[in-house]
């Protein structure tokens, strides 16, 4: 059973940090690109930030470059999201996506996409 399973989450104060995790199972975890969306009340959902299979390349939101890292460690068949000097407008439930897309003499052929349940995350003082 494919599980993508996020913790970490919690209430912190303005200028706090936060590290997120995303806990993967039932796949081969090192083949897939990870990524973190998240959703503010209200809102429709928000790409965050990628990484690909090896951790070589990383991408960010304008909203959250500078202040979060994220980085995998496939060892462990887990990603992370390093949140630092938080603002109130990064509140959101937090979700890691797992995605795999199959090419077939360059063409595109399909791919597998994977869903935590999500973690919030509130920034208020």
């Known amino acids: 059973e494919v599980q993508l399973v996020e913790s970490g989450g919690g209430m912190v104060q303005p200028g706090g940090s936060l590290r997120l995790s995303c806990a993967a199972s039932?796949?081969?975890?090192?083949?897939?690109?990870m990524s973190w969306v998240r959703q503010a009340p209200g809102k429709g959902p928000e790409w965050v930030s990628h990484?690909?299979?090896?951790?070589?390349?990383?991408y960010y939101a304008d909203s959250v470059k500078g202040r979060f890292t994220i980085s995998r460690d496939n060892a462990k068949n887990t990603m992370y999201l390093q949140m630092n000097s938080l603002k109130p407008e990064d509140t959101a439930v937090y979700y890691c996506?797992?995605?795999?897309?199959?090419?077939?003499?360059?063409?595109?052929?399909?791919?597998?996409?994977?869903w935590g349940q999500g973690t919030q995350v509130t920034v208020s003082s």
């Open positions: 990484i690909t299979t090896g951790g070589g390349s990383t």
């Open positions: 996506n797992a995605q795999i897309i199959f090419y077939g003499n360059s063409y595109y052929q399909g791919q597998y996409d994977y």
């Open positions: 039932g796949f081969t975890f090192s083949s897939y690109d």
